[in-house]
């Protein structure tokens, strides 16, 4: 600094700040510092900015828009943080207290067979939608079967979500090679009542004499899909009068719903059929994307990424929509 009064007169308060820090002892000489620290970090400019000093209003526009076209919004904030000389958006975002959910891991089913080895031991799920999902599990195992589950083996960043669902930990998928190899011995069938309505083919577990079950089951003709170990072809195979588990009536008393098919899936790589979703808590109309991103993600999370221009998108009964738009649209 310069030798000016001014000048002077900041060097001494910033030595004298510093000697605070440094020397404090005690519990309140420590909340104190905590304190101090933190004023420093959000709200003042500790590293000054790289970014050149701009010559005028339009150049401070083009800056924001080539941010804006890359998808950078909360680098918006940054640079206008920077030249304002104030601490920057991502600092004051330290402050936010963390989401109040996160990814718990529930122990997984084990199908039979070969399936067995692929299954991953733990499954993740969104920690206030385990209780519905332990419930439907349990209620599946009381035929004698099981619900194997797979999800990724680590929580999805936000970047790398597919949709609002996956955004949001409320989609899993039942394990798909515990199905469709040989339905007469499958954990999983992809099946249908014979003589019923076109399609509508659902997942359904299929009893283990292994396992002791405390509930009966209806004897039911049943068609079911497999794949064809040659070609990969989808093919229809008569299962006849057997006992099979509908997953969908468990999945919906505990949140959640499971999918139906109405043409079997083409390749190994369609998983469409697998999937299971939980609308618990998701009320038509009401609940927002905003809301419910925000439970998982952090708000500088959720601005910069690609649901930001989505965030007030409501719950439709089937799919997050622009608000005003046609349900299912």
């Not at 991502?90 to 996160?102: M, V």
């Not at 206030?128 to 797979?150: E, H, K, S, T």
């Not at 007469?184 to 359904?204: E, F, H, I, K």
């Amino acid at each position: 600094m310069d030798d000016t009064p001014i000048g002077t007169a900041e060097d001494r308060a910033l030595d004298a700040l510093v000697s605070v820090i440094q020397s404090s002892a005690g519990p309140a000489a420590a909340e104190a510092q905590a304190l101090l620290l933190r004023r420093l970090a959000l709200d003042g400019d500790i590293i000054p900015t790289r970014m050149p000093a701009v010559l005028n209003v339009t150049e401070a526009a083009g800056y924001l828009n080539l941010l804006d076209t890359l998808g950078q919004r909360q680098a918006m904030l940054d640079v206008l943080s920077g030249a304002l000389g104030v601490a920057s958006a991502s600092a004051r975002s330290l402050s936010d207290a963390p989401p109040p959910l996160a990814m718990a891991p529930l122990a997984n089913d084990r199908p039979v067979g070969a399936a067995a080895s692929t299954a991953p031991s733990n499954v993740l799920v969104r920690a206030d939608l385990v209780a519905g999902l332990v419930a439907a599990r349990d209620a599946v195992r009381a035929y004698g079967a099981v619900l194997p589950l797979w999800s990724p083996p680590a929580p999805l960043p936000l970047a790398q979500a597919a949709d609002e669902l996956d955004a949001i930990g409320r989609r899993l998928r039942v394990l798909p090679t515990a199905a469709l190899a040989d339905p007469t011995t499958d954990s999983l069938v992809l099946a249908r009542p014979v003589g019923g309505l076109p399609g509508g083919y659902t997942v359904m577990a299929r009893p283990d004499p292994a396992i002791a079950a405390t509930a009966t089951l209806p004897d039911v003709e049943y068609e079911s899909v497999a794949r064809d170990a040659a070609t990969g072809a989808p093919v229809t195979v008569e299962l006849g009068v057997t006992k099979l588990v509908p997953l969908v009536p468990p999945l919906s008393a505990g949140g959640w719903r499971g999918a139906v098919t109405d043409a079997p899936p083409l390749t190994a790589s369609d998983l469409g059929w697998t999937q299971i979703v939980a609308v618990s808590g998701l009320l038509p109309g009401v609940t927002r994307l905003r809301d419910e991103l925000l439970l998982l993600h952090s708000t500088a999370e959720a601005g910069d990424s690609v649901f930001a221009a989505k965030l007030d998108w409501v719950w439709d009964g089937a799919a997050f929509t622009a608000p005003g738009s046609p349900a299912g649209s």
